[in-house]
């Protein structure tokens, strides 16, 4: 049934609530094809007896008639969030081998809604990367190979795992967390659909904290349709995270379809960086075309303060991130490298624990907010990202969205950047903008590079107002037509 | 100017000046931690209140307590301060196994409570005003527990999370005494209000004193932290023991170190806990799990409504009401508890007839507290119930008994032998007001003692003698106003 493994998350919901094959016989024929794509290094633990006890409990709910928007389809989890009783590492050896007695608020609600859980997806360390490279479980491999080469490029990251999985079949859909562009930059890296959305849409309960002011989970899904589907059942108030916004959640599906004609879509000139190169510039050319022929309303618009967005936000998030990793510290759960006193247990337990970048994040973020530097870094910084919120509210007086590119550049070889820290955080240039502002932010496949790897796009929205940038992802979509798959060479 | 002398401490080059802040740490009264809900109690056992929040697993998150939040306006009001509608919560960072999140979380930039003031009293009767810099809120740490395995310390989390309420003071205390007195005050407040229960025991109430000296009217000097003093008493020794330090060390041409001070309660002494070069740097900076604490100016208000008698409105009012000293009223007011009954006392005497409320006031202060207080117990474990005050205070309005005879009568009341009534009667301790007895009595001793008389007719206020014999030949049963009558009336005075 390996057939089964091709389908949407909308057709193969359709075809559970049809019957025409149980929620155990796709769950089965996903755990096949993981087992076969170990390869990739997509998933760092599977789980298939769960999936498949959870499948079954699907199928009698299915059976019994009270099946949920998601009961029966097998989703991938990255590492990042909680799960009771299931190993949880954020992809850390300091973690080890935690198992969580609790589950994250969004796991929650998506096994709520019925979904199955398949295992737990890679991803860069505490999220702290843009190439999945930095994952104590080792890289994941994007099942994507540019044309007539076999040289393993990155999936991007942090969320690499959850958009490799997905594009290669191995879930219907996937959870993510985007800080400052881990959801988008691996969906525009594998061809997939990632959306992050507005800040407080998602619960942070259960997650593991990398920067608390802009963390937010999303989903990556093979469609913008099931991109809508899978934000449906995660996004909801939860009391238990202060930061969460009480506001009901629409069904983002039925945006999905709707009518573009008369929006007005903004195109910031600060994002059209010197030496963009030319078939980014190109596929941004493609999507205006697309929209303005869907009837959409081109203006030119300005963020004048988007060159500070990158440099305030490499303060921002190791600040708050080295306070947020201090509990990992050997006192009460995960490794524990013992030293002859107190001081010296912290030392050893810390430097075995934690991978390179995040020592890097975490000694950048204490520096930053060190007397004497707390104000030329940290506020200063603070003050960047009032000034990028300002922008993006101004500009949305005259725009309904925005649309720029995902990254700088296609998918790119492992290793090419990792001795590189400047040139690896400048993929999240184009993403960055939308967690300090906390507004909505989608990339979509758009195309592809000339040497066939994908490339994607970026709506921005209002706060909140995720709805229409399903409508023009949708719009969008459509114009683009059926993208083309990764070969399975694996 | 001799009120400020005395407060002066002389060193061998001459008189130095204390001066004394205090930030005192008050647990708040809730049965829910600050972030997490679980619950806090005094005696669970070690790791037993502790949610997965204060545990720091990966991926708690906390949310603030709303009855804490009230708690803290509460007390904020109660120390006429400035209520912030306005406030943020910032993360303290630092490294320690009682801190499971390795930050405290806490308000370091905007308070919840700003600027403020109080007035004490000091023994004397006399009062100062300590100004009140803020009043903030913030997490307690866990306990580490050094003394269970000669290589390992334990740590019990059941601390972690608790709400504090970090009031600080101005610089405004020149002396132990008035330090002391300070946090006396501050606990008679909050356990007023409701916010703190003030037990200093069990460290739900507990100060770190900064210690400076100088030369009367010079700058401030270097000051000193102690940290977390527990008791009145300690709070004065580690005051007396730092300053003389401070002192000498200036005199012998040293410079003080800005440190923090650990006080050593065994010997009376305070020694560096680390330096100002050790000084951790905490990083503050605002929590980012936690928004801006917005507060409604209508809830402050409808709390400023719900708020009870505070002790210095309660003073004033025992004092016009029922023309106490301002001694037996700031005496009265420092628990809630005294005033009530108290009052309760002087609402059964009225019942009965009677009217003395400043007689009540001396039993209940001179005789009862002072009792209870030696004992080292408070008001409500009295054994005299406020209407056998009353009683006996009756029984003197109606000179049944004399004082000294009432004395007696409170010692039976003390030893739990009912109501006083019963006692001057089983015991048979009425007064003698028979003049016609008495008048036999002091006719006598007029006679026996000529030279006696003489003085007394020379200098009036020597009539007490005489009184003192008629007490002594009555056994002290005598009407000490039907003497006074008699003996005036007979010296011709």
């Known amino acids: 049934m390996s057939g089964l493994t091709d389908l949407t998350l909308k057709a193969a919901l359709d075809g559970l609530a049809s019957k025409a094959f149980s929620s155990e016989e796709i769950t089965r024929a996903h755990i096949a094809a993981i087992e076969a794509a170990r390869a990739l290094n997509a998933y760092v633990l599977e789980t298939p007896e769960k999936a498949i006890e959870m499948a079954r409990a699907s199928d009698a709910r299915r059976a019994s008639g009270d099946a949920g928007a998601l009961d029966g389809a097998p989703l991938g989890i990255k590492d990042l969030f909680c799960t009771e009783g299931v190993r949880s590492t954020a992809c850390s050896n300091i973690i080890g081998n935690f198992v969580p007695t609790y589950e994250s608020s969004v796991t929650t609600r998506l096994w709520r809604a019925g979904a199955v859980m398949l295992g737990k997806l890679n991803m860069d360390e505490f999220a702290m990367g843009s190439?999945?490279?930095?994952?104590a479980f080792g890289p994941v491999t994007n099942p994507w190979r540019a044309k007539g080469s076999n040289r393993p490029l990155t999936p991007?990251?942090?969320?690499?795992?959850?958009?490799?999985a997905v594009a290669a079949d191995l879930c219907l859909g996937a959870t993510a967390t985007d800080t400052g562009g881990s959801i988008r930059q691996p969906a525009g890296f594998t061809g997939t659909v990632g959306i992050k959305p507005?800040?407080?849409?998602?619960?942070?309960?259960?997650?593991?904290?990398?920067?608390?002011?802009?963390?937010?989970?999303?989903?990556?899904?093979?469609?913008?349709?099931?991109a809508a589907i899978l934000l449906t059942s995660m996004a909801g108030h939860d009391v238990k995270d202060s930061t969460s916004l009480s506001v009901d959640v629409p069904d983002f599906a039925s945006f999905v379809g709707k009518d573009v004609k008369g929006l007005r879509i903004g195109i910031p000139g600060e994002y059209r960086l010197d030496g963009l190169q030319p078939e980014i510039a190109a596929l941004w050319d493609q999507g205006v075309a697309w929209l303005k022929d869907a009837g959409c309303e081109i203006v030119d618009i300005s963020l004048p303060h988007t060159k500070y967005a990158l440099p305030a936000y490499y303060i921002i998030a190791p600040a708050e991130a080295s306070s947020n990793l201090a509990r990992y510290d050997g006192m009460r759960f995960g490794r524990r490298e013992e030293g002859t006193n107190l001081t010296e247990t912290y030392e050893n337990t810390r430097a075995s624990g934690f991978g390179a970048e995040v020592k890097r994040r975490i000694l950048i973020g204490t520096y930053v907010l060190s007397a004497g530097y707390y104000d030329a870094y940290y506020l200063k910084a603070l003050k960047v990202r009032r000034r990028i919120a300002e922008d993006f509210t101004a500009a949305f007086h005259k725009v309904d969205a925005i649309l720029t590119p995902t990254a700088p550049s296609a998918a790119f070889p492992i290793g090419e950047k990792s001795d590189d820290p400047v040139a690896m955080y400048l993929n999240d240039v184009f993403t960055v903008t939308t967690n300090l502002a906390g507004l909505p932010g989608l990339s979509l496949p758009a195309g592809q590079s000339s040497d066939g790897l994908p490339l994607g796009l970026q709506l921005i929205g209002r706060p909140l107002d995720e709805g229409t940038l399903f409508s023009l992802a949708g719009a969008m979509e459509k114009a683009r037509g059926v993208m083309a798959r990764p070969d399975r060479w694996w | 100017m001799t009120e400020t002398a005395d407060k002066l401490i002389q060193g061998r080059t001459g008189p130095w000046e204390i001066v004394l802040g205090l930030e005192i740490h008050a647990q708040v009264a809730s049965k829910a931690k600050l972030f997490s809900g679980a619950a806090v109690g005094f005696g669970a056992g070690p790791n037993e209140q502790v949610s997965l929040v204060d545990a720091a697993m990966p991926g708690m998150l906390p949310v603030i307590n709303r009855f804490c939040v009230e708690q803290a306006v509460r007390a904020g009001l109660g120390l006429n301060a400035q209520i912030n509608l306005k406030s943020r919560f910032d993360r303290k960072n630092y490294f320690y196994p009682d801190l499971p999140q390795g930050y405290q979380i806490s308000q370091f930039k905007d308070p919840i409570v700003g600027e403020g003031e109080v007035e004490v009293e000091r023994d004397d009767g006399s009062t100062f005003v300590v100004g009140v810099e803020r009043l903030h809120l913030e997490q307690d740490a866990g306990k580490s527990l050094h003394d269970q395995d000669p290589n390992a310390t334990y740590v019990d989390l059941n601390r972690a999370g608790t709400a504090l309420m970090e009031i600080v003071s101005r610089p405004d205390m020149r002396c132990a005494e008035e330090a002391a007195a300070y946090v006396k005050k501050i606990r008679t407040i909050l356990r007023y209000i409701g916010a703190c229960d003030g037990d200093m025991e069990k460290g739900n109430l507990r100060a770190d004193v900064n210690v400076s000296v100088r030369r009367p009217g010079a700058e401030l000097g270097t000051r000193c932290e102690i940290k977390n003093v527990n008791s009145y008493r300690h709070i004065q020794q580690a005051i007396e023991y730092e300053a003389r330090r401070q002192v000498e060390i200036i005199e012998d041409g040293g410079k003080i170190d800005q440190e923090t001070r650990l006080f050593d309660s065994g010997k009376l002494e305070t020694r560096s806990m680390r330096s100002k070069e050790e000084a951790h740097d905490y990083r503050y900076f605002p929590d980012p799990d936690l928004l801006p604490l917005i507060l409604d100016a209508d809830w402050v208000e409808q709390i400023k409504k719900s708020l009870p008698e505070l002790p210095d409105a309660k003073k004033k009012r025992l004092q016009g009401q029922y023309g106490l000293s301002a001694y037996d009223a700031g005496?009265?007011?420092?628990?809630?508890?005294?005033?009530?009954?108290?009052?309760?006392?002087?609402?059964?005497?009225?019942?009965?007839?009677?009217?003395?409320?400043k007689l009540v006031a001396n039993y209940v202060t001179n005789e009862l507290l002072q009792r209870l207080s030696a004992d080292g117990h408070e008001i409500d474990a009295s054994?005299?119930?406020?209407?056998?005050i009353a009683g006996l205070v009756k029984l003197r309005e109606d000179g049944v008994v004399s004082s000294k005879i009432a004395k007696e009568v409170f010692d039976h009341m003390w030893a739990g032998e009912g109501a006083p009534y019963q006692i001057v009667e089983t015991h048979g301790l009425k007064q003698e007001s028979d003049t016609g007895a008495l008048e036999g009595i002091i006719a006598a001793l007029i006679a026996a003692n000529p030279a006696q008389a003489d003085a007394v007719k020379e200098k009036p206020q020597a009539i007490g003698w005489f009184v003192g014999q008629v007490m002594k030949a009555t056994g002290g049963k005598a009407n000490p106003g039907s003497v006074n009558e008699i003996l005036k009336a007979k010296l011709g005075i």
């Open chain 1, 131 to 135: 190439s999945n490279e930095s994952s």
């Open chain 1, 156 to 164: 991007g990251g942090s969320s690499g795992g959850s958009a490799a």
């Open chain 1, 198 to 226: 507005t800040y407080g849409r998602c619960s942070r309960w259960g997650i593991v904290a990398f920067a608390s002011s802009l963390d937010q989970a999303g989903p990556i899904a093979k469609t913008v349709e099931d």
């Open chain 2, 331 to 357: 005496v009265m007011i420092i628990e809630s508890a005294r005033a009530d009954y108290f009052e309760s006392a002087v609402a059964a005497l009225k019942a009965a007839g009677g009217s003395d409320a």
């Open chain 2, 383 to 388: 054994p005299i119930p406020a209407a056998d």
